[in-house]
């Protein structure tokens, strides 16, 4: 806590008289209040933009002029609507567990963003394990997944709750293989940490630390993490062409939102994490420290950002074996190359 207090400090006078535990969580309050504005209004944005992107892809007008000038006023209207709409329970749905879901997938995206660090000293709390605390939170959204599947009493959720099980089970080994390249050229496991060994301009990131295994490893990290957060073309949890709407089937309003919120969270935080690792964080590309850290890490994450979305309206849907194939036979045998190649290559080169 007070590492949190150092980090994040409210205005003295406020703070002035209070008793230090009083003071700790007045700013642990303020820390959550400002991640949750983050999250939802990242969620706006990021719905608005993939808008535009889809429309651009596909020729449509819509998206260009509807809700006024580029279409700002869409994303407003849709989260008004869904505050307004009727959250609707299955009669024979366990009641409990399917008021749960939507809320941890949405906490499992929620408290990813605590060890993301957006500047030299702006961070929630520079956790000394901030990867494995990331990789381990962001796992807990497939135990929501399958709990949505499970209460629904639908068989379309059941099936897209046990994909989604065997889907991120799967992909979280070649996620973690291709972490290890960066960790071992930062030797920290920091995020805060990883990024200042990355300081000095384009030549110092971690993806060209290990030659080519390195460069290998990040675009293995970029395509395992969609499968990760259920982004086509690795959707199968929620193919609509197969399980009307996969897991979240039965929901509506708010609960509905929230899936929808964790997801373009989740689309942030790995985008965030392949920055931090591979691409300097919040150092620029000339190492010259004339924009905002926040600044120069907001456009890496939303140029990644961008590339998820054009994956989704360019590619089709994988096949179930074809999405294992590639997890189990292609990105786990590369990711393994990967770290002994860059292990070597650190000690030789």
């Not at 366990?94 to 929620?110: E, T």
């Not at 989604?164 to 089970?169: D, E, H, S, Y």
Request: aromatic fraction near 14%.
């Amino acid at each position: 806590m007070s590492e949190l207090a150092q980090n994040l400090t409210l205005p003295g006078a406020l703070l002035a008289g209070l008793s230090p535990g009083v003071a700790a969580m007045l700013v642990m309050f303020a820390s959550c209040a400002a991640v949750l504005g983050v999250v939802a209004l990242n969620g706006m944005f990021l719905v608005w933009w993939e808008r535009k992107i889809s429309a651009h892809i596909q020729s449509r007008v819509g998206p260009m002029t509807t809700g006024y000038w580029h279409g700002w006023l869409q994303s407003i209207a849709d989260g008004v609507k869904l505050l307004l709409k009727e959250n609707i329970i299955p009669l024979m749905a366990d009641r409990w567990l399917f008021m749960l879901a939507p809320l941890v997938v949405f906490m499992s995206a929620f408290m990813a963003f605590v060890p993301i660090p957006w500047g030299e000293k702006l961070i929630v709390a520079d956790l000394n394990v901030g990867v494995l605390y990331i990789a381990a939170i962001t796992s807990l959204s497939a135990i929501g997944v399958i709990m949505a599947g499970w209460a629904s009493n639908n068989k379309w959720s059941l099936y897209g709750g046990m994909r989604a099980a065997a889907q991120i089970v799967s992909y979280e080994i070649p996620v973690g293989l291709a972490l290890v390249p960066a960790l071992l050229a930062s030797s920290t496991l920091s995020m805060q940490g990883i990024v200042e060994v990355q300081a000095g301009g384009i030549w110092n990131w971690n993806i060209f630390a290990g030659g080519p295994f390195t460069i290998v490893a990040f675009g293995a990290l970029f395509l395992a993490s969609l499968a990760e957060v259920n982004r086509a073309p690795f959707d199968l949890p929620e193919a609509e062409s197969e399980l009307v709407c996969g897991f979240h089937t039965e929901y509506s309003g708010m609960c509905f939102a929230f899936f929808f919120l964790a997801e373009y969270s989740e689309m942030f935080v790995v985008a965030v994490v392949a920055s931090v690792l591979y691409l300097g964080g919040w150092h620029d590309p000339l190492g010259l420290g004339i924009l905002p850290g926040p600044v120069v890490l907001m456009a890496k994450v939303l140029l990644l950002v961008f590339v998820q979305m054009w994956f989704r309206w360019t590619f089709p849907r994988l096949r179930v074996d074809q999405l294992m194939y590639l997890a189990w036979k292609v990105l786990t045998p590369l990711g393994f190359i990967n770290v002994f190649g860059a292990a070597f290559w650190l000690i030789l080169v």
